[in-house]
């Protein structure tokens, strides 16, 4: 097995997909197999490269692929990202990878996430170059996750917003005929109103009181849809709304949104996810880390969410049965233990 030290840097080519498959080694050949099923368009006969970091803790595996754009191939680069994980019986300052459930997500992580990207990085994230070109336009209403119901905004309010797929599921609208009832406290918490909100913006609700944030914005809930003054002004200032948010959660998995935010336990249906482990040793193990998680889901292929991402200073991303922080500073998924920018690789930035 050709190996890197940890504190070298550049790309090594080691071989063709064939060549590699069919090496004695016990390690390598498991982890391009899954690199191989992760991206079936590989050519069987290009050239591998692994692709190292000076002090980082990842490996990235490297190779391209054609892709068809108006009938002209060009060549694109795929990069599968591992980390090696942090194991208790080991003593060794590396090891950022995170050993997952399958079934629930470690929602304390969300929240250090969040804490910790504020801390280390100060205004850096609130000044990303798309946010900062926007006006400050707040929205009219919110929803006050703690009272169960809606608000007027006022302008010290700090708010995330939702951005999802609707679909073609019900879902409760707010009207100038229930406008009033739900301003009043538990607004969302009859059992009719309840009934008619769909399952991702219920879990984003309740995920906001676990994460200590109090204000939501939903589109359909916190624009009155048949005041049409307000609602072309809302839909005017859509970028807005969202780059002056503290943070976008993005549901990226289903094809409507009775989907909901998977894997949070106490809130939403157990998710069904796989973690990609490489067993490099008896003392050693490897996960695989992807960067962008939503690229293939139903919710990328809404004309909407182009702004609804693209202005946002952070997302909390929801996507593959994974979650997925990003900001203007890197990308960390929930595979990952630490911040450290020292020690993170450069991969995980977001440009």
């Known amino acids: 097995m050709l190996s890197l030290p940890l504190d070298s840097e ?79 019986s080991v003593k060794s300052p590396h090891g950022y990878g995170k050993m997952t459930h399958d079934l629930w997500i470690d929602i304390g992580i969300l929240s250090q996430w969040i804490s910790t990207c504020e801390a280390q990085h100060g205004d850096a994230c609130y000044r990303s170059r798309t946010a900062t070109h926007q006006p400050t336009i707040h929205p009219r ?26 679909g073609q599921c019900k879902t409760l609208k707010t009207t100038n005929a229930n406008l ?19 399952r991702t913006i219920m879990d984003a609700i309740k995920l906001l009181g676990t994460i200590h944030e109090r204000y939501l ?18 839909l005017n200032s859509m970028a807005s709304i969202y780059a002056n948010a503290r ?36 003392s050693h193990e490897a996960v695989l880390c992807p960067t962008r998680l939503r690229l293939h889901s139903s919710w990328s292929s809404r004309g909407w969410v182009f702004q609804e991402d693209i202005f946002s200073r952070r997302r909390l991303v929801f996507s593959g049965s994974m979650v997925q922080w990003e900001c203007s500073k890197f990308t960390v998924s929930i595979k990952k233990t630490s911040f450290n920018l020292d020690l993170i690789s450069s991969s ?4």
């Open 10 to 88: 550049g790309e090594t080519q080691i071989g063709a997909w064939p060549d590699l498959l069919s090496s004695e080694c016990k390690v390598h050949p498991s982890m391009l197999r899954q690199f191989f099923h992760e991206f079936a368009d590989v050519d069987p006969n290009e050239e591998v490269l692994l692709e190292k970091h000076s002090a980082s803790p990842s490996v990235n595996i490297r190779c391209r692929i054609p892709l068809s754009v108006d009938h002209t191939y060009v060549r694109a680069i795929l990069r599968s990202n591992y980390h090696l994980t942090k194991m208790p």
């Open 141 to 166: 209403l919110l929803i006050d996750t703690w009272r169960m119901c809606l608000k007027y905004a006022s302008a010290e309010d700090m708010y995330v917003a939702l951005s999802y797929v609707w």
């Open 217 to 234: 914005w939903v589109d359909c809930l916190c624009i009155v849809q048949d005041d049409f003054g307000s609602l072309q002004h809302e």
């Open 180 to 198: 009033e009832d739900l301003l009043k406290d538990q607004g969302f918490s009859s059992v009719t109103t309840v009934n008619q909100i769909p």
């Open 247 to 282: 943070f976008t959660i993005i549901a990226a998995d289903g094809k409507d949104a009775n989907h909901g935010l998977r894997g949070l336990r106490g809130i939403s249906e157990p998710r069904d996810y796989h973690q990609n482990v490489v067993h490099l040793s008896s």
């Open 348 to 351: 995980f930035y977001v440009s």
